[in-house]
């Protein structure tokens, strides 16, 4: 891995590599463990994000599932053939167990990635060693790298949950060139998220301590999942069971086997139910946050999780 583009950002000078360690020159301190530089505690509000990613730590893989899903998505989240991307430097945000880390470094990027949970750990196992990448534990709102560095910065599946949309966008700005790509997506409102019981499993399970969090969600989707299963081919009964149901059913968008199917659902069950932050923007309210910085030019597009938004600097 390559440490020697860290920085700190209280005293803007470089971190000098230890061997358990980084240190600046006035003695700030990060620990190395495992092989990752943590600049923040695991117990944080994404604690729950780090248990998941290793219980699920290969399930979203194209390279397990055998089916390009995440090459599909982050091929249109870019917004540019994947084969382009060969020997850019892209910042990960928000890496989870790395499924988009195995297609970057597939198309030939060199990556920096990284997350604010445990869950660098399952990265570090799906896709280490490499050599174009760098991987490291670290908040979206305080990136330790240097200015204008990446050429993208990518953050899917994460602003939302972060405690400051804006400040985190403000950070994957700083580090990237003038003239460089920001890609990200953003939960998108919609009145459904408050005529259905999803919010109200939410409200009382993000309260629990993890490991109960998913033994709950767990049960429920070995509940609820044979019900949709049992329903898959009737639209009219899937839409009512959106309604009371606080599963994920991904039947018709994936082609996945039941079994796949089955895992997906405790992936995003336990995912959707255990965010300690939750934040959904209106079309106007994603445009209105992007017009606060001074980008030559962005597009928001309606899909992945809601809205995607490219940015060039």
């Not at 606080?246 to 018709?252: L, M, W």
């Not at 209106?282 to 597009?299: D, I, S, V």
């Given at each position: ?12 000078l470089p971190y000098k590599e230890f061997k358990e360690s980084l240190i600046t020159e006035k003695n700030e301190k990060i620990p190395i463990i495992n092989g990752i530089p943590r600049f923040v505690n695991s117990e944080n ?149 408050y005529l259905s019981l999803y919010l109200f499993y939410w409200f009382f399970i993000k309260r629990l301590k993890p490991q109960n969090q998913l ?99």
């Amino acid at each position: 891995m390559n440490f020697k583009h860290f920085f700190s950002n209280e005293s803007n000078l470089p971190y000098k590599e230890f061997k358990e360690s980084l240190i600046t020159e006035k003695n700030e301190k990060i620990p190395i463990i495992n092989g990752i530089p943590r600049f923040v505690n695991s117990e944080n509000y994404a604690a729950a994000f780090g248990l998941q990613w290793e219980i699920f730590s290969q399930t979203q893989f194209d390279s397990f599932t055998q089916n390009p899903i995440s090459e599909n998505r982050l091929e249109i989240a870019l917004g540019q053939p994947l084969k382009t991307i060969k020997g850019l430097k892209i910042l990960e945000a928000g890496s989870g167990a790395g499924r988009f880390t195995e297609v970057l470094l597939k198309y030939g990027a060199e990556v920096y990635s990284f997350d604010i949970s445990n869950a660098v750990e399952a990265n570090y196992k799906n896709n280490m060693p490499h050599q174009n990448l760098t991987l490291f534990q670290g908040d979206v709102m305080n990136i330790h790298l240097q200015d204008e560095f990446f050429d993208i910065s990518l953050c899917l599946g994460t602003l939302q949950h972060t405690p400051d949309s804006v400040e985190s966008i403000r950070e994957l700005t700083r580090v990237l060139k003038k003239s460089g790509k920001l890609v990200i997506d953003h939960y998108k409102f919609h009145p459904g998220n408050y005529l259905s019981l999803y919010l109200f499993y939410w409200f009382f399970i993000k309260r629990l301590k993890p490991q109960n969090q998913l033994k709950v969600t767990d049960f429920l989707t070995k509940i609820f999942f044979p019900v949709h299963w049992y329903f898959k081919d009737n639209s009219l009964l899937q839409f009512l069971l959106r309604r009371i149901s606080p599963i994920a059913f991904y039947y018709g968008m994936f082609d996945l086997t039941k079994q796949q199917h089955y895992e997906f659902s405790r992936l995003d069950t336990h995912d959707k139910n255990t965010d300690h932050y939750k934040r959904h923007l209106t079309e106007r309210g994603l445009n209105k946050l992007m017009a606060r910085f001074n980008f030559q030019q962005y597009e928001i597009n309606h899909r992945g999780n809601g809205l995607e938004c490219i940015a060039i600097k």
